[in-house]
């Protein structure tokens, strides 16, 4: 008979779980996922004055540590992946930026083995059906409407695990594909938009559930033209994502839709790019040049932000520490929520016994301490 996996305890720690915050809690690991409870005689580790929370959840973010999840090999995709965990993100879905359509059924069919090898959680196409009015950091010349027989072809191409594609839903097409998308379980995501109010309604009538980067590359609200802010914030069936930099969104724009839409309507998103990790210097984000200065992603040409440099641990912190955003909602828009859109809470995205033992300790000051992954610490507190 197979002897009982080995077992430990995280014991003294403020826990967050789904109920509430436990203080001098504990979490067992047993094999890879967190156990009810633990033999007499387990290691305990203490843990007294640090914080244990769910693994970090990522459904956007472009790469990391010096590598692109759009271009990069095989290797290049897993570096990116190692930063971001040693950063608190356990769970990752790759996203692309916008491509030649052959190049990215390519790579879709690279990232779709590591889906299926479990490094990714799934795929999400960021492009090239998106609006050149609002393109931020796309090649224009690359761009076209969302043509439902062209968007089959990349969630084709993903045999399987794409998991959401950004829309313009405003273009010929988008309201079909949207409709497409919903009928074969992937997000239809509405971002890089110029759509006015209405049209963004009906486009969340069809079946779209997202706003990518909210407030980012769509028109600001305004009072007689609100625009497809006030109808992404105001609809319980859209998640927003939120880019928490500090360089995305003024704190009280960040404060105005987290508490509009809730904190079970927020999902964190890094949109990184292979500068997370890595520091300042030149970097290609698909076919364009970027410069990193001091932290910021910027296209040389024109200078439009280009994604970011952030970390799921620093949004985390900053969440707390400066936006002062209660730690349970910030675990729910960092890991509960994203883990429930890709479909993977069933595994991560909380700490309940039976999930993957997937977590992430913080000092009292919120400083990322310890993170492991299925029962093995990725950095050892």
């Not at 690991?29 to 633990?38: F, H, L, N, P």
């Not at 390519?106 to 490094?119: K, M, N, P, T």
Request: charged share 20%.
């Amino acid at each position: 008979m197979a002897g009982r996996a080995a077992s430990k305890v995280l014991s003294g720690a403020r826990v967050v779980l789904p109920t509430g915050t436990v203080d001098n809690g504990r979490v067992i690991v047993e094999g890879g996922r967190i156990a009810g409870a633990a033999p007499a005689d387990a290691p305990s580790v203490d843990l007294s004055g640090h914080w244990i929370v769910p693994g970090f959840v990522d459904m956007h973010v472009h790469g990391g540590g010096g590598a692109s999840f759009t271009s990069g090999t095989a290797e290049d995709v897993l570096r990116g992946v190692r930063t971001h965990r040693e950063h608190g993100t356990t769970t990752i879905a790759a996203s692309t930026v916008t491509g030649e359509m052959d190049v990215l059924a390519r790579q879709a069919a690279l990232l779709s083995e590591l889906v299926q090898q479990g490094d990714l959680a799934g795929i999400h196409f960021e492009g090239p059906f998106i609006s050149p009015c609002r393109k931020g950091a796309h090649s224009e010349d690359l761009l076209r409407d969302p043509d439902p027989a062209e968007v089959r072809k990349l969630i084709d191409a993903a045999h399987g695990t794409a998991r959401m594609v950004t829309l313009a839903t405003e273009l010929p097409g988008g309201i079909d594909s949207v409709r497409l998308l919903a009928e074969h379980g992937v997000i239809a995501a509405i971002g890089h938009t110029d759509a006015t109010y209405e049209q963004t309604v009906e486009a969340i009538d069809a079946g779209a559930t997202v706003a990518t980067h909210l407030y980012n590359a769509m028109p600001a609200l305004g009072h007689r033209t609100p625009g497809p802010i006030a109808a992404l914030l105001e609809d319980e069936r859209i998640t927003v994502e939120l880019i928490n930099d500090g360089t995305h969104l003024h704190p009280a724009a960040l404060e105005l839709a987290y508490h509009r839409a809730g904190a079970d309507r927020v999902a964190f998103i890094t949109d990184a790019m292979d500068a997370a990790g890595f520091g300042d210097g030149m970097y290609d984000l698909g076919p364009l040049a970027v410069e990193v200065r001091d932290g910021v992603a910027r296209l040389v040409d024109g200078g439009s932000i280009a994604g970011s440099t952030l970390t799921l641990d620093t949004a985390f912190k900053r969440a707390v520490t400066i936006d002062r955003l209660p730690v349970e909602d910030v675990v729910r828009s960092v890991s509960a929520n994203p883990a429930r859109l890709l479909g993977v809470d069933d595994r991560v995205g909380s700490l309940e016994p039976g999930k993957d033992a997937d977590l992430v300790v913080l000092d009292a000051d919120f400083t990322l301490k310890g993170v492991m992954r299925k029962g093995a610490w990725v950095i050892e507190p």
